[in-house]
């Protein structure tokens, strides 16, 4: 089943510059433009004192979330279960540049960015939340595009950075009020 789903979202690679584009820019680029949303977010012109507070720990809850989810349970997981990358297994060009001898599942960028878009969902920010949700969803499937992932290694972080990021959430909410 992986194997069908990734050539299936692979068959689009290389056939259209503009679609190349759009893969490349969502797999290898689209991970500034979420700090910088974020950084955006934090220092809204016309937010009061006691709001940039509030939102700072909004905000430093996600990364921490992410970065434990992404560098801390990842890395474990890729530790102990060291999966090829399908451009190696396939021998498949790749539309942007990535370590072949780098263990694939799961993927890090899902982590990472559902990590953030959970826990800024959860903490009610709902436009901020789904707008990092739909780009956690857009780096990880052209990522897959981009033969850089399978797809179970995406839904795995997308899975691993949503439950970590609840889990912090939950944990860090009744200190935070």
Do not use: C
Not at 25 to 34: G, I, Q, R, S
Not at 77 to 106: C, K, M, N, W
Not at 146 to 153: K, L, M, T, V
């Amino acid at each position: 089943m992986d194997s069908f789903l990734f050539a299936s979202v692979y068959s689009f690679a290389f056939k259209n510059v503009w679609l190349d584009s759009l893969i490349i820019l969502f797999a290898a680029y689209w991970e500034y433009v979420v700090p910088a949303v974020l950084l955006l977010y934090l220092w809204t012109p016309k937010s009061k004192r006691s709001e940039l507070k509030s939102r700072a720990v909004i905000v430093g809850g996600a990364i921490f979330s992410a970065v434990i989810a992404r560098f801390g349970f990842a890395n474990l997981i890729r530790y102990f279960y060291p999966r090829e990358r399908p451009f190696v297994f396939e021998g498949l060009d790749t539309l942007i540049s990535q370590d072949p001898f780098e263990a694939s599942f799961p993927s890090g960028h899902a982590t990472f960015f559902m990590a953030i878009a959970v826990y800024l969902l959860l903490s009610g920010n709902k436009k901020l939340g789904w707008f990092m949700f739909a780009s956690a969803i857009l780096i990880g499937a052209a990522r897959v595009g981009a033969a850089i992932h399978w797809p179970s290694d995406v839904i795995a972080g997308w899975i691993l950075g949503a439950v970590v990021s609840w889990v912090i959430f939950k944990l860090s909410s009744r200190y935070i009020k």
